[in-house]
């Protein structure tokens, strides 16, 4: 396949390292290598991640480059970072970075609850962090969110958005608060969950049916905004009138859910996971047929 093109500028895709484990991490690679693009992926298990992305992209695996060391100088300009949620990882994983990478090179981490400012802190060039946030799989998911704020640089901004569109065949858009609106309204989600969960309202089981069989159905269509507006917004404002005075404001997970959580967790993992990547190559289709404000 020839060498995909950014539209906007005519030139091949630059060279994107990828920092991280996890199959997070390894579908990121994949998404990369699906557009064509040279990538090199640092990770602690180089087999494991060799092993994922194979099963995702049999006839591209090979143009993976997977280092068995972290080298002392990198030359990339574009470095995407994926850990565990946690600040001292990241932070410590940016100085690292910064160690070996020229000074206009661009680092985008992903942060769920950390705010941006406290990443950019650990820089010696503030300008250059941005928050970077995925989907899995990567490869399959148009999802992407791009984190900035006034320190960000807008020139990196700008071309950061362009690789999206035009080479990863995302359909990005831009928080400029520092923190992700993902995270929360995902948080917000959870936090009512578990409330009903815990108080008896409801089973773990009922509340993936109510989920899956009401938004499952119309959000792969449309955001919550458009459904509203196709809908009608009258009976909303009176639900949430209503509701809101009564939802949970937990700021901990309660001990009894997670326990039941955990007897509800799926087997056989190696199985869901082809069922949920067959999935996923299904609902990009129907997505594809129905594009985003058609």
Known sequence: MAQMMMKETNRPLPPLLIVGDGKLAYSVAGNA??????????????????????????????????????????????????????????????????????????????????????????????????????????????????????????????????????????????????????????????????????????SIESIDRACRNDAGYYLPFAGNFRYMDLMGTYAYGVVMKDLNPELSQATVLPDSVVADFQDYAADHPERWEKIVRTFSEEIRELILKYPHET
């Open 33 to 202: 290598l699906r557009a064509d693009q040279e990538t090199t992926l640092l990770t602690s298990d180089v087999k494991a991640a060799y092993s994922a992305v194979k099963q995702a992209m049999p006839d591209r695996v090979k143009k993976l480059i997977l280092p068995k060391a972290w080298p002392t100088v990198l030359s990339h300009h574009w470095i995407v970072v994926i850990t565990e949620e946690r600040s001292d990882i990241k932070r410590q994983l940016i100085e690292r970075l910064e160690g070996c990478v020229g000074k206009d090179a661009v680092i985008a981490v992903n942060t769920e609850s950390i705010p941006l400012a406290e990443l950019q802190a650990a820089s010696r060039y503030p300008e250059r962090i941005l928050g970077l946030n995925w989907c899995y799989p990567a490869d399959l998911t148009f999802f992407l969110e791009i984190i900035c704020n006034e320190k960000s640089a807008s020139n990196q901004i700008r071309a950061l958005e362009a690789m999206a569109k035009n080479g990863w065949n995302k359909d990005p858009y831009l928080v400029k608060s520092g923190f992700s609106v993902r995270a929360r309204m995902m948080a917000a989600w959870a936090r009512e969950a578990f409330y009903l969960v815990e108080n008896g309202y409801a």
